[in-house]
């Protein structure tokens, strides 16, 4: 996520909010680590399940199960 905030040009500090889309066991890891995901990336917000319309989406691969990331600033 840092990676893909540089490549938005984000500044630093700017707080974001964070969805993740993908299986149940990803989406369950997410909810049982949101607090350090948050702290990590500077999110106010994460939620699990459809991205909202509108943010910015990223694919990628978790262990070889696709994931995706939505990010809005906050």
């Known amino acids: 996520v840092n990676g893909w ?9 700017q707080r974001i909010k964070l ?5 149940p ?3 369950a890891v997410a909810t049982k680590f949101a607090d350090f995901i948050a702290k990590e990336t500077l999110a106010l917000e994460i939620k699990t399940g459809a991205i ?8 990628d691969k978790i ?5 995706v990331l939505g990010m809005q600033n906050a």
């Open 5 to 13: 905030r540089s490549d938005l040009k984000l500044a630093y500090e």
């Open 19 to 23: 969805a993740l889309a993908g299986s």
């Open 25 to 27: 066991k990803i989406e």
């Open 52 to 59: 909202p319309a509108g943010w910015q989406t990223l694919e």
């Open 63 to 67: 262990d070889e199960e696709k994931i």
